[in-house]
């Protein structure tokens, strides 16, 4: 089940917001850009600011259209990028953003969320976002400046939360699944003992609670089930994260992806992700390096597996019950032989 993502607020619609607005739905967040009626920026076509005059600009494969007020995109699922004429201050308390962008407010007159959290406000001076936080790939610096500014949005709000939404969405998606049956119990723990989980909860999932509270004994057994290559996957995980993810929350997130990848069905379905294209995006915003590699654009639960099977000296390793998915020809190139054996990642639990 998809859950309504947080929401941002940038306010503008030139291409530095649209580059800010771009990064942030890649990172999980919906995007409201709060635009001048009459824009004094012309339309072009590195920007949406096009959308508030001709209803939807794209930019870069992504749409943005124009709703009339926050209500209106709300009522339609708040889905990606819109764009709207209400005041900043009829805004705020509809939506109640997680993160506003580009606005002048004092801290006092910011809405506070049910959670008690007011959102991270970002003033978008050039100077304090191209610091040492930037993105590094960027190799021109003049051209890429909105983007630039974008990375150096992304970086604050990793300051805050650890993860990014999209990530955050993926650890609860992997625990959601776990619970109902769909993985095996142990991802449950995501292999962390009590401590630690109880960690991740409170940084990860803000506002929400352990599903039920364990006998310490239980926790510790079932944590103990993790397959054989459970810790492998993860360590590979880990240590192609991305420059800007911190130690801790970005071995929560390969814990999870690494839960997902021993289920059953296709990656993104136990990761709680909406297709594989949110997964090739979590991938490329948490995981570039590894991301990269998969220049055939095989399925990420196969890709995975082979790397790991590189790693460990075991060429051709494959994910454990792909045999029953529908798409195994698709995705080997071949009809799954009856009855032959093969060097899989099944095994004990370490
Ligand atoms: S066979 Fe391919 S598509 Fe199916 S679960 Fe395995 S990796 Fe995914």
Known sequence: MQTLRPCAIVCGTDAVAS???LRLVEAGYTVLLAADAAPAVVPCGESFAAAMKDGEASLDGVRCRRVADAAEWLRDGAHDIACCAQP???LLPILEPDVLVGARLSAAAAPVDPRGRAPLMIELEPAAATGADADPDEENAAIASPARIAAGVLQTILRRDGLPPLARAAVAGVLRNALSGELNLYAATLGF?????RALVAACLAGVEP???WEATAYALCASQAPALFAPLTELLLAQRAPGLAERPARWLAHALAAA???SRHLWQDLGLSGRAEVSRLMRLCFPALAK?????LKWKRFLFLALGEQLGRPGLTPPHCDGCDGYAACFGTARPAGTARDDAQGGAA
């Open 211 to 213: 599903e039920h509270e």
């Open 293 to 297: 590699q998969n220049t055939a654009d």
């Open 261 to 263: 990848g021993f289920g």
């Open 19 to 21: 580059a800010v607005a």
């Open 88 to 90: 900043l201050h009829v």
């Open 193 to 197: 003992d009590r401590h630690e989980f």
